[in-house]
């Protein structure tokens, strides 16, 4: 059984940064894409940035440029860092483990595990 588990969010002013951290247990993430998705109510849950085994990275447009994905194999963790956060960020973001090692899906049916959310606030 994967878990999951996402850190890092928070309350923070345009302009800002953060980091997110997501760390996993019980099947070693370094064999798997993850990706970082985020959600806000009334709305499907969209793709934002994913990394494959090989550290291949991919984004969303509306993040290129501000958000960098990486990984640490040794401690099973990945690490969304978030820079000049614009209040259009805001969202519960989800780390998820997806079902392929090498390709870079967009789609959050390609990920069959997640973590519980941590929410990213961005005030203007």
């Known amino acids: 059984q994967v878990q999951l588990v996402e850190s890092g969010g928070g309350l923070v002013q345009a302009g800002d940064s953060l980091r997110l951290s997501c760390a996993a247990s019980?099947?070693?993430?370094?064999?798997?894409?993850m990706g970082w998705f985020r959600q806000v109510p009334g709305k499907e849950r969209e793709f934002v940035a994913g990394?494959?085994?090989?550290?291949?990275?991919s984004y969303a447009d509306s993040v290129k440029g501000r958000f960098t994905l990486s990984r640490d194999n040794a401690k099973n963790t990945v690490y969304l860092q978030m820079n000049s956060l614009k209040p259009e960020d805001t969202a519960v973001y989800y780390c998820g483990m997806s079902r392929y090692g090498d390709i870079v899906t967009r789609s959050s049916r390609d990920f069959g595990s997640w973590g519980q959310g941590t929410q990213v606030t961005v005030s203007s």
């Open positions: 990394i494959t085994r090989r550290s291949s990275t």
């Open positions: 019980g099947r070693t993430a370094s064999s798997y894409v």
